[in-house]
């Protein structure tokens, strides 16, 4: 009987882990797309609102340090000029995180863009957090995202979650937090926007 609980409890840790993203771009797409941002180093929580339910949709992380990258879990999002491994997306210029709150913002949704100042060394570990965490399964950003800040020196406040916007509204409490929202008139079914060129 144990065999056969241990047998079906696998089985459901599989089934729960498809739709993961396992997208790897190669080490010179990589290297070729790093991108180094002149801002100070931080860290930025990218929350998707609904528009109709005031509900969270979706969590991100980008991430300025060394180079600036997006942890973009279990997202529909992508470019291919972007090389992603596991939901992270590399050269993240400032055209590139336009176009990923463009792809977002819709008539039915928006996004609350959330910046705190971290030191480079805080900003390091956040980007080899994202890089080791691996592809998310679908409906797990929030609590991907929120187990990534709390291995980060300053952010264990951050309580775990399924809900992107317990994790925004924990988020913004921090000391230091700056906030932006981003609305738009784009359709709901605005794939086209995947094709623009960066």
């Known amino acids: 009987m144990l065999r056969l609980i241990m047998a079906l409890s696998l089985l459901l840790t599989l089934a729960a882990c498809g739709g993961a993203d396992n997208v790897w771009a190669s080490d010179k797409a990589v290297a070729r797309a790093k991108y180094r941002h002149a801002a100070p180093p931080s860290i930025t929580l990218f929350t ?4 109709k339910s005031g509900a969270g949709a979706h969590s991100s992380l980008l991430i300025n340090g060394s180079e600036r990258l997006i942890f973009d879990p279990a997202g529909t999002w992508h470019h291919p000029n972007l090389p992603e491994r596991h939901d992270v997306h590399y050269g993240m210029t400032e055209r590139a995180v ?13 996004v609350v863009r959330q ?13 080899r957090a994202v890089e080791r965490y691996g592809a998310v399964p679908k409906a797990q950003c929030a609590t991907s995202v929120a187990a990534i800040l709390r291995s980060l020196p300053g952010f264990q406040s951050i309580s775990p979650s399924m809900f992107p916007k317990k994790i925004m509204d924990q988020f913004g409490a921090l000391p230091g937090v700056s906030e932006r929202k981003f609305y738009d008139d784009d359709p709901e079914e605005n794939g086209e926007i995947l094709t623009r060129g960066i």
């Open 48 to 51: 998707v609102i609904s528009n």
């Open 115 to 127: 910046d705190i100042a971290v030191s480079p060394q805080v900003a390091e570990m956040a980007i």
């Open 98 to 110: 336009d176009f990923y709150v463009d792809y977002h913002a819709r008539i039915t949704y928006h």
